[in-house]
């Protein structure tokens, strides 16, 4: 492409994400590999989603906050546990170790209704923030987290993968509750993952993508690689090809623009609950 990409969804780990063959780039290497991926690809800058959800995860955060210090392209998002709500001293935490949002991993519908309670005070954090929220959930229980994404109206919410609608011969039935949120302006749903729903060249993934555009816009739709897991199961490029290829006439906008855009208007130093104008 001739423009500069922004990824909006990469991992990295201390040890290497423990995949399908083992950690293909251990010990730090998972950052070397990226960077060369960043000057074959021209990425500008890639979100870095947060994740502790596992043993060999635990640690995560602090991991990723050092890796920012060195690494400017990096935008994290700090990974806040769906059973406990994070304090306002915790998201101050975070924003001075440079994070610019919260990742959120919803699996159960419990754990979708404790996060759809989330007290005014966090919510006002993350609005004064204007934060970049990454959610990782079903498509089966994004509704239930709907009263939430409603009172975050000055972050920006990315549903990751598709929405994760799941194998694609039911995906269109299955993503009607993502399309049910197009309504919030401040809502968008990344291009990523689309391993997770057939092997690629993913037949039936246009009919995703075209439900997604014709109902969010290109305004709302954000590429992702999902580095490293995605390279149990495809190529950093197909991770490209298989979007690109629909996207032809808004390549630029979806590969690069509305990141960036979300990344830019992340208020940095906000100081937790504070409501600041301008």
Known sequence: ???PLADSHIHFFAQGYPGRYGALFPRGGEVVMYERIRR????????VVGYEGGPWAVGNNRYVAKLVKSHPWMTPLAF?????????????AWWRQGFAGLSIYVTTAAEARRV?????????ALNA?????????????????????????ETRI?????????????????LEPVLALADLPHLGVKYSAAYACNAY???????????????????RLYWGSDFSPALDDVTFSQTIDSIGTFV??????????????????????????????G
């Open 201 to 219: 060249p993913h037949p039936g993934l246009s009919e995703i993508l075209q439900a997604l555009h014709d109902r969010f816009g290109p305004s």
């Open 40 to 47: 074959i690809h021209s990425i500008e800058r890639a979100l």
């Open 248 to 277: 032809a006439r808004d390549t630029s906008t979806i590969f690069s623009k509305n990141l960036l855009a979300a990344i830019r208007r992340v208020r940095s130093g906000s100081p937790c609950g504070l409501r600041i104008t």
């Open 116 to 124: 759809a309670k989330w007290s005014s005070s966090v919510v006002d």
């Open 158 to 174: 990315l549903i990751s993968h598709l929405g994760l609608p799941g194998a694609m011969a039911t995906a269109s039935r299955e």
């Open 1 to 3: 492409m001739k423009f």
């Open 80 to 92: 806040a546990p769906s059973k406990d709500e994070p304090t306002t001293t915790r998201l101050n």
């Open 129 to 153: 923030k204007r934060a970049i929220i990454s959610v990782n959930v079903p498509s089966r229980l994004v509704g239930t987290l709907r009263p939430f994404f409603e009172r975050l109206n």
